[in-house]
């Protein structure tokens, strides 16, 4: 049994660290996106590795209303500029993006 339960931990590994280093709003944004913003869905966009600067420039128009999207409206709203910034740089400085 608790070779079981070991593989089942390493399988979480990924996962749980992920979620450790994880900004502290980025909560909002794991259950469409992925905890590392590698979205499993097709319809949502992938935030994995995006340039930090359109990452930042798309929340923003979410927030202020110039992009039309209701669910990210209302979470862009929740987020204050510094959040904004923090989420953009995590999101974009992923392990395995290219610089």
């Known amino acids: 049994m608790s070779r079981v ?3 089942l ?12 280093k994880a900004p502290p709003k980025s909560g ?8 590392d913003g590698q979205s499993r869905i ?3 966009p992938i935030l994995r590795c995006q340039h930090e600067a359109y990452l930042v420039t798309a929340l923003q128009a979410y ?6 999207h209701p669910v990210m409206n209302n979470i862009a ?5 510094k959040d904004i910034n923090t989420l953009a740089a995590w999101y974009a400085n992923q392990p395995g993006c290219r610089k």
Do not use: E, M
């Open 9 to 20: 931990l390493l399988a979480a590994c990924p996962w749980v660290y992920a979620q450790s």
């Open 42 to 44: 097709p319809a949502n």
């Open 28 to 35: 909002q944004c794991t259950a469409c996106h992925g905890v």
């Open 77 to 81: 709203n929740t987020l204050q500029p």
């Open 63 to 68: 927030r202020n209303g110039n992009r039309k």
């Open 5 to 7: 339960l070991f593989l």
